[in-house]
């Protein structure tokens, strides 16, 4: 994640298409990946695995505020969500890779991985259900 500005008018190929108007955009000017969400500051990223991972974070934490969190830190959210969705979420910033979280963890890449499925999981879930009561 590299860019954390006011949302312009979405444009470019979506790639990803979730229920709640959540998408993944392919920006052609800059091949970046963009994450769209109503009421979402605009979130770029290099590749389309970050992409679809901060949009599980923000399934998994129904939705978060990420404008201002440059000065903030990480969106409250996120930490309150557990160690899982932190993990998760970290993973989408461009200086960290699954190594260094899992240093920051103390843990292992093996149960960081398993973090991320438990995420993901999450996330499906609750796409699901909302697709299933007619919300979306």
């Given at each position: 994640?590299?860019?954390?500005?006011?949302?312009?008018?979405?444009?470019?190929?979506?790639?990803?298409?979730?229920?709640?108007?959540?998408?993944?955009?392919?920006?052609?000017?800059?091949?970046?990946?963009?994450?769209?969400?109503?009421?979402?500051?605009?979130?770029?990223?290099?590749?389309?695995?970050?992409?679809?991972?901060?949009?599980?974070?923000?399934?998994?934490?129904?939705?978060?505020?990420?404008?201002?969190?440059?000065?903030?830190?990480?969106?409250?959210?996120?930490?309150?969500?557990g160690k899982?969705?932190?993990?998760?979420?970290?993973?989408?910033?461009?200086?960290?890779?699954?190594?260094?979280?899992?240093?920051?963890?103390?843990?292992?890449?093996?149960?960081?991985d398993r973090?991320?499925?438990?995420?993901?999981?999450?996330?499906?879930?609750?796409?699901?259900?909302?697709?299933?009561?007619?919300?979306?």
């Open positions: 994640m590299s860019t954390s500005d006011p949302a312009p008018e979405p444009t470019g190929r979506v790639v990803e298409e979730y229920v709640l108007d959540v998408r993944i955009v392919d920006d052609d000017t800059d091949e970046r990946y963009r994450f769209d969400a109503p009421e979402h500051t605009d979130i770029a990223f290099d590749t389309l695995e970050d992409a679809r991972l901060y949009a599980d974070v923000y399934f998994d934490v129904n939705g978060f505020v990420e404008d201002g969190t440059g000065e903030r830190g990480v969106p409250p959210e996120v930490v309150q969500a899982d969705t932190l993990a998760a979420y970290l993973m989408t910033l461009p200086w960290a890779d699954r190594d260094w979280v899992a240093s920051f963890y103390g843990s292992t890449p093996t149960e960081i973090y991320l499925t438990w995420v993901r999981d999450r996330a499906e879930e609750i796409r699901t259900e909302v697709t299933a009561q007619g919300l979306d």
